[in-house]
């Protein structure tokens, strides 16, 4: 199966660093693919490049490549995965068989 380079979510900055002054431009799901350009416009070119040969890479060893995510609706918690772990689903339905949230115990006092 061919992926898509349109699919994965690439991060665009500037780096103001002495020395650097350039747009950055990182692959989300794969941190080691980067480029960098004068221009937003150059540095988007150069990733996609990058991303290309990463995934013709990856074809060519027969290894898949990592599947692209959705990261904005991940961390909104929409689309893309869920955000309750397998423990608290568990714990929510060992709570709703014992009548709800376990209450707090007051404290005893001793006179």
């Keep these: 199966m ?5 699919n994965y979510e690439v991060r665009i900055w ?15 799901d794969m941190p080691g693919i980067m480029a960098h350009g004068e221009t937003r416009e150059e540095a988007a070119r150069e990733i996609q490049t990058a991303l290309q040969l990463a995934l013709d890479t990856y074809a ?3 290894k898949p490549p990592p599947v692209p995510k959705n990261h904005a609706a991940v961390e909104l918690g929409t689309r893309g995965g869920s ?5 608290k689903r568990l714990a929510a339905i060992r709570n709703g068989a ?9 404290a005893l006092s001793v006179a």
């Design 2 to 6: 061919k992926t898509d380079p349109n």
């Design 14 to 28: 500037y780096s103001p660093a002495p020395g650097d002054e350039c747009f950055v431009a990182q692959v989300f």
């Design 60 to 62: 060519e060893i027969g």
């Design 83 to 87: 955000t309750r772990t397998r423990a």
């Design 98 to 106: 014992r009548g709800g949230r376990p209450r707090k115990l007051r």
